[in-house]
């Protein structure tokens, strides 16, 4: 059973940046189209980024230009690098395949506040 450990959340000021990293223990993820997710404080989980196996990307329009996804196949991990952090983007980020997969991991805290 895949268990996905993100980290590198933390509290940032508007305009800052975070790296978040993700690992999977149980799987290997270079077969898989991975994604990035988030669900803000009181709102529903969204998909935020996907990377393929062949590292093609996709991101949803509010981070488009701000946010980049990675993948290091032999690390078996997983990168969102954010830039130009916005209060909106304060969330919990999770890390899990696209489509997702049970179970989700406990996700990482990004909080954008001045």
């Known amino acids: 059973q895949v268990q996905f450990v993100e980290s590198g959340g933390d509290l940032v000021q508007p305009g800052g940046s975070l790296r978040l990293s993700c690992t999977a223990a149980?799987?290997?993820?270079?077969?898989?189209?991975l994604g990035w997710y988030r669900q803000p404080p009181g709102k529903q989980r969204e998909l935020v980024a996907r990377i393929t196996s062949s590292s093609s990307t996709y991101y949803t329009d509010s981070v488009k230009g701000r946010f980049t996804i990675a993948r290091d196949n032999a690390a078996n991990t997983v990168y969102l690098q954010m830039n130009n952090l916005k209060p909106e983007d304060t969330a919990v980020y999770y890390c899990?395949?696209?489509?997702?997969?049970?179970?989700w991991g406990q996700g990482t805290q990004v909080t954008v506040s001045s």
């Open positions: 899990n395949r696209w489509p997702d997969v049970s179970p």
């Open positions: 149980g799987s290997i993820l270079r077969a898989y189209v």
